[in-house]
DNA sequence: TTGAAAGCGCTAACAG
DNA sequence: CTGTTAGCGCTTTCAA
């Protein structure tokens, strides 16, 4: 770490005491305590500082004495740099950055990347607590937080975690929203493109084993809720095509959507579990010529603004909220023994992606 | 801080160094340095650990011991949650994030707010060196920074620090290149929108005056290189209106777009400092059914994605490299002396919001 | 290999 | 209002 001709710490609170002939109590109280010694006394001993170029206590030492970091450190999924791409995680940064910048605590993002599959990067992190953004439930990072005697709050997932605390939406209540609004529409055969499912790398149809063990409860519940909804009309959801992709990127839904409506040409909606994803379905099918949603219903998941623009059916929920709150239960001061849980509401939002599907009367007419 | 039912630290390297009647260096070196002591006895510490709930060495003890605190600051322009809203922060950031990834360092977003002025959020920041991210020349921030003896790269602005490294690009002849397409296109009538160019909020136009005292060089070189391009063609700076707002947001833009043609309906091509804020002259033109660009030319900076969705004129920078190499320019272990100072290069991209005016016969005639 | 000694720089009682 | 006394928890020569 160069790059600066700055020169190495050259006084410290004890050299400047001694300097100015005082204790280091006094000096230390020049900082913290103003109002514990008297106004010239306190002029005295921060002109000597300027003079000496001392520049005030040292962070590192403050918090070992005082034990607190004055910072909550955020543990992301993927790589640190990620984030930066994704519009939800932007939008619950902002979220938490706000609870952070009102308590005053900073902000330490931990550097996870997918190379260093190194640990010890949670364990040199000199924070107070932290908040874990939806990480796999076996994520090593996460495991290594919770090894940290420090509170922790969970956003989204993994859920369920004993004595850590944890702000998300009911995933599952509101796909099953957006569920009956297709069903209501008519559709019939649907197909779903999700988000990544386990550790390893999957991109295709996914089978029913691996349905099974899903390491994400977002997604799992996503899965769940519009499974329900589709029962409720008397779809099996074996029947229901499930398309997985690792990454998430618009490109990603683009090409699952291709494949999806290759193996189902029936398809008259496309049900993805994000609005990544739709995005890149609608991109398949603008370039494909398809017209949506005359011919084919696309659906996402989040409300993004980009979504919003492109006026996409979606469910919405308050990304910035999530982490408002994130930060707000880790940093309340409150002496709340219990493990909160805090869920906030959804809101489906039907753009004009969705319609009723070219078939429906099939459908209709047996009422 | 409460949140979760952990309990506090109940074990310390000592503690358990005592426990097994071993040495504090053994626990010690049984996490820092394994080859250094028999592999059963290290198995022995690491039980020993589990057992009583031993998190390893507390990192700030250990920050202070090694005198490293495994973390970078970052120092950034308005609030900390603003960052994250703004397409060239984020690509910054995501930059800056890579870096870090890299070298397994955290990133400590440093909590400004616009409220609490205080300055003390620096000098609690324990961290190895700080990156500061476009501010003011006298921003009080950035003057604490300096105080701190560590190395500090300054990104895009101030300029000309003396004893810190510099990443960014050179704003005005970007510029220039910008000017000398408008007016080779045959613009006379420009007028601009600018970011803020002082502390002090100012919306509207900005007096010869207030031009002057610029505390953002990169306002200031950016202007600097249109009027020179528009000089080239005899055209006075002094005619030329310049709407300056405090906000920089799409809705800001489309309401400076709306004065500055209000009060200059002559105008055929407006400038703007940053791509945001041309979005919303674009979307004031769009509003009122000014066509685009046939009867007015609108330009921007920076080359946001948005911007190139929209086919915009602008100026391309490479965000994302700024971040890397302002992390690299810290990290960088390499012994030089001297600041340094690192200027990339940006493209001029013409979409399709610039065009010939329809005046420029006027113009053209008298070749 | 392991251990003993010496602080890193600071704050927080508690006395004076 | 000021100083004295004890560490916070850890790493690191240096010796054994």
Redesign the pocket.
């Known amino acids: 770490m160069s790059g600066s001709s700055k020169v190495r710490?050259p006084a410290?609170?004890?050299?400047?005491?001694a300097e100015l002939?005082?204790?280091?109590?006094?000096?230390?109280?020049a900082?913290?305590?103003p109002?514990?010694?008297?106004?010239p006394?306190?002029e005295r001993v921060l002109e000597a500082a300027r003079r000496l170029g001392?520049p005030?206590?040292?962070p590192?030492?403050?918090s070992?004495?005082?034990?607190r970091a004055g910072a909550v450190g955020l543990l992301l999924t993927e790589a640190l740099s990620y984030a930066f791409r994704d519009p939800v995680a932007t939008g619950f940064l902002e979220g938490l950055a706000l609870a952070c910048e009102q308590a005053g605590q900073g902000l330490l993002l931990v550097p996870v990347s997918p190379e260093h599959a190194d640990v010890s990067v949670v364990h040199r992190a000199g924070v107070d607590g932290f908040v874990v953004y939806s990480v796999r439930e076996d994520d090593p990072h996460f495991l290594a937080v919770l090894q940290r005697p420090v509170p922790t709050v969970v956003c989204d997932q993994p859920t369920g975690v004993e004595g850590v605390d944890r702000v998300g939406v009911d995933d599952q209540n509101a796909m099953l929203g957006l569920a009956r609004h297709l069903t209501g529409l008519g559709h019939r055969r649907i197909g779903v493109i999700c988000m990544r499912l386990a550790a390893q790398r999957h991109d295709g149809p996914v089978s029913a084993a691996r349905q099974a063990a899903i390491g994400y409860p977002v997604q799992r519940n996503r899965l769940a809720g519009l499974r329900d909804g589709l029962a409720e009309v008397g779809i099996d959801w074996s029947d229901v095509p499930v398309w997985e992709r690792f990454d998430h990127s618009v490109e990603a839904g683009q090409a699952a959507a291709e494949e999806l409506l290759a193996a189902r040409p029936e398809t008259t909606a496309v049900v993805c579990t994000s609005d990544v994803l739709a995005l890149g379905a609608l991109r398949h099918a603008t370039q494909q010529g398809i017209v949506v949603p005359d011919e084919l219903t696309i659906t996402g998941f989040d409300g993004v603004p980009e979504a919003e623009r492109a006026g996409l059916t979606t469910v919405w929920q308050p990304v910035l909220e999530k982490g408002k709150v994130a930060g707000e239960l880790l940093l309340d001061r409150g002496d709340r023994i219990r493990p909160r849980r805090v869920t906030l509401p959804t809101e489906l939002r039907i753009g004009h992606t969705s319609c009723t599907p070219r078939d429906a009367e099939r459908w209709f007419s047996g009422l």
């Open positions: 710490r410290t609170l004890a050299s400047l005491a002939g005082v204790s280091r109590t006094t000096v230390s109280n900082y913290n305590r109002d514990q010694l008297s106004a006394l306190r001392y005030g206590p040292d590192v030492a403050r070992l004495r005082t034990r």
